[in-house]
C-alpha cells in the first residue's frame, strides 16, 4: 500500500516539476530504502524477543482510554534482562503496546497511519490488545539504548500513551 502510494506521488510529483529522469531515480532509491525499513521490523536497536527465555523480572502494565500507560513498577532496565510484561487493556478501545528505540517507534508510528484501517499482525515488539483482555509480551533488552513504550494507534501517542525509559 505504501509503495504504490509513493509510485503514484513520485509520477505526481515528476510530472508536476517535468524533471521526470532526475526525479525518478531519487524515487526509486527511496524507495529501497523503505523496504529495508520493512524487513529490519522484527529487529530493534533496544534488544529482541525474549520468547522462551526465563523472565529475570514481571511488569505490569495498565492501557487505559484516558492515553496513559500505568506500570505497577517505573521500568528499571539492565543490559540482557527478559522482562515478561503482562499487559492489561481496560479501556473500552483497542490499545497497542510496542518496543523499541525513539526512532523505530517514530517509523511504526507513520506504517501505522498509511495503514488506517487496515488489520496488522503483531510483531516481537508489538501487542495489539483488545478491551478487557490481557496479552503477555516477552522482552530482552540489550545495549545502553533509549527505549520508548509507545501506542501507536494514530493519535494515541500524540495523546500522551507513551513512556521513556533507558536501559542502564
Ligand atoms: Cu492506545
Redesign the pocket.
Known sequence: MKNINTIFSAFALAGLLSLAPLQASEDSHNMEGMDHGEHMMGESKVGKSGKGMAPTQTIQVT?LDT?RFEFDKAPSLKDGDVVKFVVTNKGKIP??FSIGSPEEQAHHREMMKDMAGMDHGDSDNTVTVKPGQTTPLFWQFAGKEQVLFA?N?PG?FEAG?KHSSSIN
Request: one cysteine or more.
Open positions: 492501557m492515553m490499545h497497542e501506542c494507534i494515541h500513551m
